[in-house]
């Protein structure tokens, strides 16, 4: 793999009728372009299917990817987006440096937004964030959901005062901060 300075970011995205193999095609559209991927997300909903890769290459070989993307278009037989992505920015009253947190909690109806409305209070920016609900096992049935959080802190951030928002927030959904917020070390931005 190239050096960072000499890397690019993308974004691509599969969408359409899911059919054997999918992820396959698309990870080895990247890979025989010279593309490595650093995350990626395959999802099935009803007879559709959702595949996307965050890329990094050398900046031509993103040209190719993204002037070759009808050819992957037609061979998949979906929808494909492709997004290279410009270098990122640390915007003015931020800190550079990333942070995360995790946590898991009963599932329930507007638990993201109340997760993200605190993050918006205390002014900071979503960098990534995952999210998945399970079943787990046991004689009670219920529905649990797990979300990792990385995030741009401005430079003035109460950090005590919004652990403990996010500890009584975790709290009223039953869960817990498997992680709390910290600094995320050598975390790429496309994360």
């Known amino acids: 793999m190239a050096g960072l300075g000499e890397i690019q970011h993308a974004a691509l995205w599969l969408i359409g ?10 990870a080895k559209y990247v890979a025989d372009r010279g ?12 007879e559709k299917a959702v ?3 965050s890329i990094t290459a050398k ?4 040209k190719r990817m993204e002037a070759e993307r009808e050819q992957l278009k037609v061979t998949a037989g979906m929808g494909v987006v492709f997004q290279a992505m410009k270098d990122p920015t640390v915007p003015p009253g931020y800190r550079e440096d ?8 009963d599932d329930a109806s507007g638990l993201i937004a109340e997760v993200t409305e605190l993050l918006a209070e205390y002014g900071m920016f979503i960098v990534g964030h995952t999210g998945e609900r399970r079943v787990p096992p046991g004689p009670r049935s219920k ?7 990385i995030v741009m802190l401005p430079i003035e951030f109460d ?3 919004f ?12 869960g817990t901060m498997k992680t709390p917020l910290r600094t995320v070390p050598g975390l790429l931005w496309w994360w």
Do not use: C, E, S, W
């Open 17 to 26: 009728p899911d059919v054997p193999g999918l992820l396959r095609l698309g």
């Open 159 to 161: 950090h005590l005062g």
């Open 35 to 46: 593309g490595n991927i650093d995350k990626d997300i395959a999802d099935k909903f009803g």
């Open 98 to 105: 990333l942070y995360g947190f995790d946590i898991v909690t």
């Open 59 to 62: 900046p031509a070989d993103i």
């Open 143 to 149: 529905v649990q959901a797990g979300q990792k959080y």
């Open 163 to 174: 652990t403990r928002a996010l500890d009584l927030l975790v709290k009223k959904f039953n």
């Open 51 to 53: 595949v996307f890769m």
